[in-house]
């Protein structure tokens, strides 16, 4: 990925897109996203991520705080980060806010 590239996407602002929820599944208890057409189990991280897309925070800062609370190196969770938040962005779960 070049680096112009990555710096953008991690300058952008995540938010769910306005079709889709985030909450907890009534029957399992767990984290699950939720759309017209698709319901998706989450695991932890990816519910921790999820909570964090308000459309306010960069995707930067959604790594930095993740590190803090996993007290894991930003550059470890970084390319997953933007890997798992593409996919999303793909499917139209979520919008890239400049």
Do not use: W
Request: charged content about 25%; glycine content about 2%.
């Amino acid at each position: 990925m070049p680096e112009q590239d990555f710096a953008m996407r991690v300058e952008m602002r995540p938010v769910l897109a306005s079709h889709v929820r985030l909450q907890f599944d009534p029957v399992t208890r767990e984290p699950v996203l939720l759309s017209p057409e698709n319901i998706v189990t989450l695991n932890e991280t990816s519910h921790e991520i999820l909570a964090r897309c308000d459309g306010r925070k960069s995707v930067q800062a959604i790594i930095e705080e993740l590190a803090l609370d996993y007290d894991t190196p930003v550059p470890s969770l970084t390319v997953d980060v933007i890997q798992f938040l593409a996919e999303l962005h793909q499917e139209k779960l979520i919008i890239l806010m400049p």
